[in-house]
């Protein structure tokens, strides 16, 4: 049976930093996402960045994803089914889905959803991050007999670098 990492943990302890520490170690060929803020445009923006990825890109209308507490709920589901659904079909085939990170702003991004579920019941490994919010599609994703769930913490951050492995990481 295929398993799939996820992290999870308050916000700001590390959890992308950590995907960013595991990815450093893995030798494959790496499919799916990541979000990172913009910072310097306007407060709160967030872009998707399609892997692999040698560079990030500049944020533009095309990669933005959603800019916290000023985008409807509508325009973030049509971003979200827009962008990720891109990132995950561009993924066929290759060893590693990146999924980093996946949260509540998706409640309304069927389409999205339905492949996030599906690429979770696949044979291709995961490693994600799993926001802490109380939604029914992250608790999906959590108790799925796949899924691993590891918290990290400020206590634990240092440590879980060192032990956790991804396949194909030295």
């Known amino acids: 049976m295929t398993k799939h990492l996820f992290l999870t943990g308050v916000k700001g302890v590390g959890k992308s930093t950590l995907v ?8 494959g060929t790496l499919g799916g996402f990541y979000t990172k803020r913009v910072t310097g445009v306007i407060p709160g923006v967030y872009s998707v960045h399609l892997l692999p990825a040698d560079r990030p890109e500049p944020p533009s209308a095309d990669n933005l994803l959603f800019c916290c507490g000023s985008a409807g ?12 659904c891109a990132a995950l079909a561009r993924s066929a085939g290759a060893g590693l889905l990146v999924m980093d ?6 409640a309304e991004a069927r389409a999205f959803r339905a492949m996030v579920l599906a690429a979770v019941e696949g044979k ?9 919010a109380d939604s029914p599609f992250l608790a999906q994703i959590a108790a799925h007999p796949q899924v691993e769930l590891v918290e990290i913490t400020a206590e634990t951050r240092s ?11 030295r």
Request: aromatic fraction near 4%.
């Open 20 to 27: 960013q520490t595991l990815l450093g170690q893995y030798h």
């Open 159 to 169: 440590a879980l670098a060192r032990q956790l492995r991804l396949p194909g990481s």
């Open 124 to 132: 291709t490994p995961i490693l994600g991050v799993l926001q802490q």
């Open 101 to 106: 990170e996946l949260g509540p702003h998706e």
């Open 73 to 84: 709920r509508q325009a973030a589901a049509a971003n979200f089914d827009r962008l990720g």
